[in-house]
């Protein structure tokens, strides 16, 4: 049977960039200048010139030395496995342990004394004589008040219409017209646009009413 060998694991020594050629990060997260790992130009691994068959030995881009590749693990500058805690031997032995302490016999136990009263016998009930309470006397019924009288609605009636004083439809419509045709309407346009304008001024008001008081007084002299 072939015997095993003794090996230290990848995972204990750290990565190695694709792209640098320095150990610690990996090359998807690496933002320096390429190195090739065969030679010492500032290239990519993949655009160099080197083939297996080249005469020249290869170059470290890492130590700057003939004869290995970047990724050589005997490189100077490519970092070391952990040493094991070294163990126990002849030559060098653990140190002794302190002497263990001498026992002591432990104390007797002493009971502790009985105590006066019984615990679990209850004392007997201390009866007082308290006067009895006298009955609480009724209030008396409270009196209910008298029902609300129920007022009934009075039906409102509308007030008649004033009858006309034996005047017809075209005579009102003739009136209107004499009306309008004594009366200029821009006029009235214009009296009411003033009165809008000056509803916060009741001096303007009123120069505007006094400035058009010949509509007014066409309407009051107006002979129905």
């Known amino acids: ?36 790992v065969k030679c010492l130009g500032d290239h990519a691994t993949a655009d ?4 297996p068959n080249t005469p020249t030995p ?3 881009t890492l130590c700057l030395t003939e004869g290995h590749t970047a990724n050589y693990r005997g490189c100077s500058r490519a970092p070391r496995p952990a040493k094991k805690k070294a163990t126990h031997t002849q030559g060098n032995r653990a140190p002794a342990r302190a002497p263990a302490k001498a026992q002591t016999q432990p104390e007797p136990l ?11 016998i209850k004392p007997p009930a201390i009866v007082s004589k308290v006067a009895p309470n ?3 006397q009724k209030a008396p019924p409270a ?15 509308l007030p008649a219409a004033p009858k006309a004083n034996g005047s017809s439809l075209a ?3 003739a009136m209107v017209a004499r009306l309008a045709s004594t ?7 214009l009296l009411a646009s003033k009165l809008r304008l000056y509803k916060e001024s009741p001096q303007n008001r009123l120069a505007a009413v006094c400035e058009h008081i010949g509509v007014l007084t066409a309407i009051l002299n107006f002979n129905l």
């Open 143 to 157: 009196q209910s008040a008298p029902p609300m009288p129920i007022h009934k609605p009075v039906p409102k009636t």
């Open 171 to 173: 005579q009102d419509f």
């Open 48 to 51: 160099c010139g080197r083939r």
């Open 110 to 120: 002493v009971p502790a004394p009985l105590p006066a009263n019984n615990a679990w």
């Open 58 to 60: 290869p170059s470290c």
């Open 183 to 189: 009366i200029d309407p821009n006029e009235i346009a």
């Open 1 to 36: 049977m072939a015997k095993a060998r003794k090996h230290y694991p990848l995972r204990r020594l750290s990565g190695q960039c694709h792209r640098c050629q320095n150990y610690g990060h990996s090359a998807r997260n690496c933002f320096a200048r390429p190195r090739c």
């Open 134 to 136: 006298p009955p609480a």
